[in-house]
């Protein structure tokens, strides 16, 4: 679904703070950590584990979860193709926004598809993007299933769920690709930040965490 603007006569205005002066003052550079992955592959988990080593190390930061947005900003919207695209859109604008604002954004979306997910890549500059793909075997994530909602999919009670009637499309070339089948959550979110402060995210000496 292509969306066109509808409004008119509306001109972006100009800032006197830029991002650059919110990430001087915030002490680090902002970006979008983008996870995807299947239902119950540990996408929301490892984002909130990750905001939490980052906050601990005084970094401003913000999660987007794919339930939570459905509450408030998205909660017109359902589960049609339609709708999955629109609020992933959606989503993306928002983290443009909270991008310039200087804080770490981290969304979790199990966003299927390759195109919708370079859709919301392009929104952002080269860089400003990180693809972090949340692997899970659909047999592991069957067996966590907090929902319930594999087993409602089995039966036919769900149509076009992701993994079992609809397809996953495996990202190609995700900035960084976390085994959250078998690693510890602990391990993974290592894995993130050392990538955050590889890219000068963060500084170097962020990475070591209290254990």
């Known amino acids: 679904m292509t969306m066109s603007p509808t409004s008119t006569n509306v001109v972006w ?30 996408k929301s988990t490892l984002a909130h584990a990750v ?25 017109n ?11 992933l859109r959606r989503i993306g604008e928002v983290g443009k926004l909270m991008v310039d604002a200087g804080i770490i954004t981290l969304a979790a979306f199990i966003s299927p598809y390759q195109k919708e997910r370079e859709r919301v890549r392009s929104l952002f500059p080269h860089g400003d993007f990180i693809e972090i793909y949340c692997n899970a075997s659909i047999n592991v ?3 966590r299933d907090p929902k ?11 149509k076009d769920f992701t993994g079992i009637s609809a397809p996953y499309e495996v990202p190609a070339n995700p900035e960084l ?35």
């Open 13 to 42: 205005h100009h800032a006197t703070v830029t991002r650059q002066r919110r990430e001087q003052l915030n002490g680090h550079a902002s970006a979008m950590l983008w996870f995807t992955g299947l239902s119950a592959s540990g």
């Open 51 to 75: 905001e939490e080593s980052l906050h601990q190390q005084g970094c401003r930061t913000y999660v987007l979860d794919g339930d939570n947005v459905r509450h408030g900003l998205n909660s």
């Open 77 to 87: 919207l359902g589960f049609s193709p339609e709708d999955r695209t629109e609020n």
């Open 141 to 143: 994530c069957e067996q």
């Open 148 to 158: 319930g909602m594999y087993q409602k999919a089995r039966k036919g009670l769900i």
């Open 177 to 211: 690709e976390v085994d959250t089948g078998s690693n510890t959550l602990e391990d993974s979110v290592d894995r993130v930040i050392q990538l955050l402060a590889r890219r000068g995210l963060i500084a170097a000496g962020d990475t070591n965490r209290e254990k």
